[in-house]
């Protein structure tokens, strides 16, 4: 359950020059803003391509968040604080977006949130009446500062945990003087970034097969096992250890899990990552293959080791072949 307490709307618009730094919080008893707020929010902080961070020790974010907790800065006055610090960031980029910047004080599932929402603008098409003359006129007109509708993704923002101070967020890189910058993790909240529990299961799956691979073993069988042990342990706890998947995976060789070890260490891979159940069940699942004949094959994980559903046979000449078994009927698609 999403309770947003407070929430204030600031615009960005470098378009036409024109920066408006709001001075009241958006109304939000209003059914509009509050469904608009929490659809977003919702989607944003359950996204599982968001990094997490750490403050750095001497983070003015980190200082300005406490002085507002405890009473020594109102609401809009550290909202403001904060879309100035992205004005000026953003102003000194080499592409200027525009954006509508929302911040907003909310308590999802008993843990207080403080939320930065950017909300970059949109071109989209709209109406416009004209009066001409005597006559009334409808025309068809960009509109170059459009908010993004409850089924898209907001591309950048920032949620921070008031009592554990923990981080998470989405940026895009950009070029601020000449230099290749993330701004909210740089310029505004001044913090750390570790990979995203998306990328970590990439990457997982990666130095697995290239382990594999290296060692002369079937890429297939290791990664199946890998996404069949990230599977299963997510059923017990949200929580995963990158290591532990390669213990499991090259339990038979300590040189394998050696090497699968370096090279997550220099992947910058977390050594936990919170990983959303649902979200891990349909990366891990089904495993995808294709031949260099052309044949793509998609099969559950777990099915890989059971020879009732399907066998790779190793041939003399070299070659693969792939028996599928206890077929009761094929479907197209």
Do not use: W
């Amino acid at each position: 359950m999403i309770i947003v307490n407070k929430a204030i709307l600031h615009i960005l618009d470098f378009n036409s020059g024109i920066t408006v730094f709001s001075q009241q919080e958006l109304e939000i008893k209003s059914d509009s803003v509050i469904t608009f707020l929490t659809k977003h929010i919702e989607r944003s902080y359950n996204d599982q391509n968001s990094k997490a961070g750490v403050f750095d020790p001497n983070s003015k974010f980190k200082r300005q968040v406490a002085d507002y907790i405890d009473g020594r800065l109102e609401f809009v006055d550290f909202s403001i604080a904060i879309a100035g610090l992205m004005d000026s960031a953003i102003s000194q980029a080499d592409v200027l977006d525009s954006s509508d910047l929302l911040i907003c004080d909310l308590v999802m599932d008993d843990n207080r949130l403080i939320a930065i929402l950017k909300c970059n603008n949109r071109v989209g098409f709209t109406h416009q009446v004209i009066q001409d003359g005597d006559k009334v006129k409808n025309e068809i007109i960009n509109h170059h500062a459009i908010l993004p509708n409850l089924s898209q993704k907001i591309d950048e923002y920032a949620f921070v945990e008031v009592d554990s101070l923990t981080i998470k967020f989405i940026d895009k890189k950009r070029l601020v003087n000449g230099q290749e910058t993330y701004v909210l993790p740089e310029k505004i909240l001044e913090c750390s970034s570790s990979v995203s529990p998306n990328s970590t299961i990439k990457l997982v799956n990666s130095i697995t097969r290239k382990v594999a691979e290296k060692h002369g073993q079937s890429s297939v069988a290791a990664i199946s096992k890998a996404k069949n042990y990230m599977v299963e342990h997510t059923e017990t706890s949200e929580f995963l250890d990158p290591v532990e998947v390669g213990k499991t995976v090259f339990r038979s060789s300590p040189i394998m899990q050696e090497e699968y070890l370096e090279e997550v260490k220099k992947a910058g891979i977390a050594e936990v990552v919170k990983i959303d159940r649902d979200f891990c069940v349909k990366k891990g699942k089904n495993h995808k293959i294709k031949t260099d004949t052309g044949i793509e094959i998609s099969f559950p994980v777990d099915y890989f080791e059971n020879k009732e559903y399907m066998e790779f046979v190793n041939n003399s000449d070299g070659t693969i072949s792939i028996e599928l078994k206890n077929i009761g009927k094929i479907i197209n698609r």
